[in-house]
């Protein structure tokens, strides 16, 4: 069975730091592309970040570029996102996705993604 469990995130003050981790079982990481998607109240759900299957390429949305670092640690099947420079706009809920597709300026689910619980992340300022 699969499941993939988030951990991390929580309060923090403008300009501070925060970590997300997405740990799958039942599915090993480097199958699959993987990626971070958060969704902030009234807004649509959007791509923040994406990685391939062998972690040599990555996606950024543009407002979190050179701020937040998405990896994997295949060792211990986990899925990253170190998030630098936190700014009051990148409150959300963020979830973490398996076998997602992406390209040098989109990242999307497909239907047989699977998604973490979500963890909420609030930059107060």
């Known amino acids: 069975q699969v499941q993939v469990v988030q951990s991390g995130g929580g309060l923090v003050q403008a300009g501070g730091s925060l970590r997300l981790s997405c740990t799958a079982s039942?599915?090993?990481?480097?199958?699959?592309?993987m990626g971070w998607f958060r969704q902030a109240p009234g807004k649509e759900r959007e791509g923040v970040s994406c990685?391939?299957?062998?972690?040599?390429?990555?996606y950024y949305e543009g407002s979190v570029k050179g701020r937040f670092t998405i990896s994997k640690d295949y060792a211990k099947n986990t899925l990253y996102l170190q998030m630098n420079s936190l700014k009051p706009e990148d409150t959300a809920m963020y979830y973490c996705?398996?076998?997602?597709?992406?390209?040098?300026?989109?990242?999307?689910?497909?239907?047989?993604?699977?998604w973490g619980q979500g963890t909420q992340v609030t930059v107060s300022s």
């Open positions: 996705a398996t076998d997602v597709n992406y390209s040098g300026s989109w990242c999307v689910v497909r239907p047989s993604s699977r």
């Open positions: 039942g599915l090993s990481i480097d199958d699959y592309n």
């Open positions: 990685i391939g299957w062998s972690g040599s390429s990555t």
